[in-house]
């Protein structure tokens, strides 16, 4: 399957929210929930509106992972970007792309942009039980980097 990369923008608010909404109880099952808040929809157009906020400013940028029909099959995130040269990691593949190297091959993808931008390092973490996440972060060139975080395996990759 194809998937492309695109940078969020607000004409993708209803789709990505359904995406949330409809992943919500098998995200919850790997990491800390939103919030009941965040599935109302007023309010994640509040809150898609400060993550915009922060890209147009340099400091984050959000994408969305999208097949050839433009359908959402998850997102993909670089926050907290210091002087443009390095970035954390976050993102969420829906349930029903899991295990087709949907997030491998965005990763990827990440990483080339990454480049682009002239980002020289990306941070990463995931929980212990997250295997297949790093399995991705590991095929893409991140390495394990040692902490005493309980509950976290932390991740590296530099330029």
């Given at each position: 399957?194809?998937?492309?990369?695109?940078?969020?923008?607000?004409?993708?608010?209803?789709?990505?929210?359904?995406?949330?909404?409809?992943?919500?109880?098998?995200?919850?099952?790997?990491?800390?929930?939103?919030?009941?808040?965040?599935?109302?929809?007023?309010?994640?157009?509040?809150?898609?509106?400060?993550?915009?906020?922060?890209?147009?400013?340099?400091?984050?940028?959000f994408y969305l992972i999208k097949n050839d029909s433009?359908?959402?099959?998850?997102?993909?995130?670089?926050?907290?970007?210091?002087?443009?040269?390095?970035?954390?990691?976050?993102?969420?593949?829906?349930?029903?792309?899991?295990?087709?190297?949907?997030?491998?091959?965005?990763?990827?993808?990440?990483?080339?942009?990454?480049r682009k931008i002239g980002m020289k390092e990306i941070?990463?973490?995931?929980?212990?039980?997250?295997?297949?996440?790093?399995?991705?972060?590991?095929?893409?060139?991140?390495?394990?980097?040692?902490?005493e975080e309980v509950g976290f395996v932390y991740y590296?990759?530099?330029?």
């Open positions: 399957m194809e998937i492309a990369l695109e940078k969020y923008e607000p004409k993708d608010n209803a789709a990505l929210f359904s995406f949330e909404r409809d992943n919500r109880a098998y995200f919850e099952k790997m990491v800390p929930g939103r919030g009941e808040e965040y599935y109302n929809f007023h309010v994640f157009e509040e809150i898609m509106k400060s993550l915009l906020e922060e890209q147009n400013r340099g400091i984050s940028y433009g359908e959402i099959l998850g997102r993909m995130n670089l926050v907290d970007i210091e002087n443009g040269n390095s970035g954390h990691l976050g993102y969420r593949v829906a349930e029903k792309a899991v295990g087709k190297g949907i997030a491998t091959k965005a990763v990827q993808l990440l990483v080339k942009e990454a941070h990463a973490k995931t929980t212990v039980d997250n295997i297949g996440s790093q399995k991705v972060l590991e095929r893409n060139g991140f390495k394990n980097v040692p902490s590296f990759w530099k330029n």
